[in-house]
């Protein structure tokens, strides 16, 4: 019978006397599929996590929030118990932004607008924090630019993810010397 249609299988253990003492017995199990078997998407397990959860934002901790949207509280959502968010001004040129951090949050997450304007502080800052790059869906940013930028400085994503319906995001580190 085909696998998934609607039937009926049995399943018989070993004959007496073929297996250890404990298998003595036959013992009968009736399956009954009732339609197709369709297993579970493989990211539905992560649609239920909140954004700040899939962004590594945990208990007592800051991250820092560079050129954040006005409604940024919406787009992360929910933070866990005594986070904190901290906006980096503006004014700051991209090239010293690692430099700025006085104390350098765990995460820094960089809302990108515009797609050559992450590039110049990206390799600073990720020598010193976690890097989430944040960017609009169906924006001039894309993921294929920002891994072959972030190549092109010598550094590479390890994570990816839908922060919401209208963000998404990339996590970057420095690549390790040989």
């Known amino acids: 019978m085909p696998f998934g249609s609607c039937c009926r299988m049995r399943f018989m253990q070993r004959p007496s006397g073929c297996g250890p003492p404990c298998a003595r017995r036959c013992l009968t199990l009736t399956l009954t599929l009732t339609g197709p078997l369709v297993p579970a998407q493989m990211m539905a397990r992560y649609a239920s996590r909140s954004a700040a959860r899939k962004l590594g934002i945990r208990e007592e901790s800051t991250a820092a929030l560079i050129d954040p949207p006005r409604n940024y509280a919406g787009v992360?959502?929910?933070?866990?118990?005594?986070?904190?968010l901290e906006e980096i001004l503006e004014e700051t040129p991209t090239e010293t932004l690692g430099e700025t951090l006085e104390a350098p949050r765990p995460i820094t997450l960089w809302f990108v607008h515009d797609a050559p304007a992450c590039l110049p502080g990206m390799r600073k800052l990720a020598a010193?924090?976690?890097?989430?790059?944040?960017?609009?869906?169906?924006?001039?940013?894309?993921q294929p630019f920002l891994r072959e930028s972030a190549a092109a400085l010598g550094l590479v994503d390890y994570k990816i993810c839908s922060v919401d319906r209208n963000w998404s995001a990339m996590?970057?580190?420095?690549?390790?010397?040989k």
């Open 128 to 142: 010193h924090t976690k890097l989430w790059i944040l960017w609009r869906k169906g924006s001039s940013v894309t």
């Open 171 to 177: 996590l970057f580190a420095r690549r390790k010397s």
């Open 76 to 84: 992360i959502g929910e933070l866990p118990a005594g986070a904190a």
